[in-house]
């Protein structure tokens, strides 16, 4: 007897991918932030995502990150301080 193997397709590279980051705090309140890449037009771009606690509000940022590669891209995010970051979620209230 032989076994079928059931393949699941490979993912789109051009689909957004999330990653879920350190929160920040703002108004005494734990702001979650996810980054979301993709691959589009030869580079990697990104933007950030600020749920707040409550779950109602989810503000998003524009493609603010561009990379060459995801090595290029995550590093313009890792320079970000917490500062950086809550200032961009401020701008978006």
Do not use: K
């Not at 076994?3 to 350190?22: E, G, K, V």
């Not at 998003?60 to 990379?67: K, L, S």
């Amino acid at each position: 007897m032989t076994a079928h193997t059931q393949r699941t397709p490979a993912p789109d590279p051009r689909d957004p991918i999330s990653y879920q980051l350190s929160p920040i705090r703002f108004e005494h309140q734990s702001i979650q932030v996810r980054l979301s890449v993709r691959w589009a037009d030869g580079a990697w771009r990104g933007h950030l995502a600020f749920l707040e606690a409550t779950g109602v509000a989810e503000r998003e940022t524009a493609e603010i990150f561009r990379g060459d590669s995801a090595q290029d891209l995550w590093q313009s995010v890792s320079d970000l301080r917490e500062h950086h970051v809550r200032d961009l979620y401020r701008s978006l209230i």
